[in-house]
């Protein structure tokens, strides 16, 4: 007999996946302010890269050997009580009168082969893209091609979202630029749904267009009234990218790698699935009730002797067309630690205007949410941050503005518990620290 997925093994996938793209570290909620809409132009339009400045960090690993075995301790630590294979991490803080870049990895990249983790790793930052494609639409809206609060059919058509009602009410032509930015588009998560996991499941090896995940959503309908709630999702910001795409007329990785990846030398991050790392040099995890999914998905068998390691089953081993393509501009983002750190850093101090940086983290109401960013605080500073979480990767990004002090860091594991945010925040308090001292 045919072995089927069954619903209780699914939701429960589900639930952890979507949990796992979430921003990770706490925040205080701020009321929202209600922004002005961006005024009209005729401006002709532009692709080009905006003039920021940023800092050009130094390398820092042979001043700081000190705080390099103490986040190598950390990551062990961390490792050792959560069973996580391996972690990679980078750190820009300021120095004297400039800024230094500090790398560290710790644990395996490879369970199977015995690789140690390296910082010149490739891992998958999955929703720490949505903050990225945010800056590229904000960078859209100062170039006057975009208005955060246009509708989302004055740049895709009238009938992008046809069908999408809500109470006989049509929000095709009402869904704006901003609701899809701050979550409150009405759009459900895949990686709640039990069908969109059936079906990925049967096309292993055919990977998603953008236009089948927005499609989806759109079928799903609005999970409530569009602007009025908030709901955590990956649909909006791949609307974002078919937006980004609309306005330029390229493709959404050309515009990221000019405008964000470009301007501070990320020459190893990459915006899948168009394309991708030169190395799949990180074997990605999935345990517990994710590897209980996994052991039972429809068109696994095949693979799932190679792919099953202890108690874990390794992602990559299966085809990974549909795991690598679904998130796009919501979530494909890989790359070495430096290259998102220093992305990252870029999105608060350059790639914006001060106003655009104010819109962008700016919450909705009481969520703790702006633009595509959380925004906390971590031993009473200010942070803007972000985490991810894909098949086998769990990641987290931090920038404390007041300091200008960027961690980011990626484990092969899904889920962790603690979560990754635990590791991020001692890594913090080390590099707070660090300043401080």
């Given at each position: 007999?045919?072995?089927?997925?069954?619903?209780?093994?699914v939701?429960a996938?589900?639930?952890?996946?979507?949990?796992?793209?979430?921003?990770?570290?706490?925040s205080?909620?701020?009321?929202?302010?209600?922004?002005?809409?961006?005024?009209?132009?005729?401006?002709?339009?532009?692709?080009?890269?905006?003039?920021?400045?940023p800092?050009?960090?130094?390398?820092?690993?042979?001043?700081?050997?000190?705080?390099?075995?103490?986040?190598?301790?950390?990551?062990?630590?961390?490792?050792?009580?959560?069973?996580?294979?391996?972690a990679?991490?980078?750190?820009?803080?300021?120095d004297?009168?400039?800024?230094?870049?500090?790398?560290?990895?710790?644990?395996?990249?490879?369970?199977t082969?015995?690789?140690?983790?390296?910082?010149?790793?490739?891992?998958?930052?999955?929703?720490?893209t949505?903050?990225?494609?945010?800056?590229?639409?904000l960078?859209?809206?100062?170039?006057?091609?975009?208005?955060?609060?246009?509708?989302?059919?004055?740049?895709?058509?009238?009938?992008?979202?046809?069908?999408?009602?809500?109470?006989?009410?049509?929000?095709?032509p009402?869904?704006?630029?901003?609701?899809?930015?701050?979550?409150?588009?009405?759009f459900?998560?895949?990686?709640?749904?039990?069908?969109?996991?059936?079906?990925?499941a049967?096309?292993?090896?055919?990977a998603?267009?953008?236009?089948?995940?927005?499609?989806?959503?759109?079928?799903?309908?609005p999970?409530?009234?569009?602007?009025?709630?908030y709901?955590?999702?990956?649909?909006?910001?791949?609307?974002?990218?078919?937006?980004?795409?609309?306005?330029?007329?390229?493709e959404a990785?050309?515009?990221?790698?000019?405008r964000?990846?470009?301007p501070?030398?990320?020459?190893?991050?990459?915006?899948?699935?168009?394309?991708?790392?030169?190395?799949?040099?990180?074997?990605?995890?999935?345990?517990?009730?994710?590897?209980?999914?996994?052991?039972?998905l429809?068109?696994?068998?095949?693979?799932r002797?190679?792919?099953?390691?202890?108690?874990?089953f390794?992602?990559?081993?299966?085809?990974?067309?549909?795991?690598r393509?679904?998130?796009?501009?919501?979530?494909?983002l890989?790359?070495?630690?430096?290259?998102?750190?220093?992305?990252?850093?870029?999105?608060?101090?350059?790639?914006?205007?001060?106003?655009?940086?104010?819109?962008?983290?700016?919450?909705?109401?009481?969520?703790?949410y702006?633009?595509?960013?959380?925004v906390?605080?971590?031993?009473g500073?200010?942070?803007f941050s972000?985490?991810?979480?894909?098949?086998?990767?769990?990641?987290?990004?931090?920038?404390?503005?007041?300091?200008?002090?960027?961690?980011?860091?990626?484990?092969?594991?899904?889920?962790?518990?603690?979560?990754?945010?635990?590791?991020?925040?001692?890594?913090?308090?080390?590099?707070?620290?660090?300043?401080?001292?």
């Amino acid at each position: 007999m045919k072995r089927t997925i069954t619903t209780i093994t699914v939701i429960a996938l589900a639930a952890s996946l979507a949990a796992c793209g979430e921003p990770t570290v706490e925040s205080e909620p701020a009321e929202a302010a209600a922004p002005e809409a961006a005024p009209e132009s005729t401006a002709a339009p532009t692709t080009e890269a905006p003039a920021a400045a940023p800092s050009t960090p130094t390398d820092g690993n042979a001043d700081n050997a000190e705080l390099i075995a103490a986040i190598e301790t950390a990551i062990t630590d961390f490792s050792a009580s959560t069973g996580t294979p391996g972690a990679t991490v980078a750190v820009l803080m300021p120095d004297g009168d400039g800024l230094v870049q500090v790398t560290a990895a710790a644990g395996l990249s490879d369970i199977t082969s015995g690789d140690d983790a390296d910082p010149s790793d490739h891992y998958r930052w999955g929703s720490i893209t949505k903050p990225m494609t945010s800056t590229l639409i904000l960078q859209l809206v100062e170039d006057g091609l975009v208005d955060l609060d246009e509708p989302v059919a004055t740049y895709l058509g009238d009938d992008w979202a046809t069908g999408y009602t809500l109470d006989g009410t049509d929000y095709a032509p009402l869904l704006t630029i901003r609701q899809i930015l701050n979550h409150t588009d009405g759009f459900a998560e895949y990686a709640f749904d039990v069908g969109f996991f059936a079906q990925a499941a049967q096309r292993m090896e055919t990977a998603f267009e953008p236009e089948e995940i927005v499609a989806w959503g759109i079928g799903r309908g609005p999970q409530y009234t569009p602007g009025d709630g908030y709901a955590y999702n990956t649909v909006g910001h791949v609307v974002a990218g078919l937006v980004i795409e609309a306005v330029t007329g390229r493709e959404a990785h050309e515009v990221m790698r000019e405008r964000l990846f470009d301007p501070v030398d990320a020459d190893d991050a990459y915006l899948t699935p168009a394309e991708f790392p030169p190395n799949n040099d990180v074997a990605g995890y999935a345990r517990a009730e994710l590897k209980t999914a996994f052991d039972v998905l429809p068109g696994l068998a095949d693979y799932r002797e190679a792919a099953t390691v202890g108690d874990f089953f390794d992602v990559t081993v299966p085809p990974e067309a549909v795991v690598r393509s679904a998130g796009w501009t919501g979530g494909g983002l890989e790359a070495q630690s430096d290259d998102v750190a220093r992305a990252f850093r870029l999105m608060f101090t350059g790639a914006l205007s001060d106003d655009s940086v104010a819109e962008f983290t700016t919450p909705f109401r009481d969520t703790g949410y702006g633009l595509g960013i959380s925004v906390g605080e971590h031993a009473g500073n200010t942070t803007f941050s972000h985490g991810g979480g894909v098949p086998g990767f769990r990641s987290d990004a931090v920038y404390l503005p007041d300091l200008d002090v960027t961690v980011v860091v990626s484990a092969n594991l899904i889920p962790i518990s603690p979560d990754i945010s635990t590791l991020s925040g001692t890594i913090l308090d080390l590099v707070l620290a660090r300043v401080d001292g």
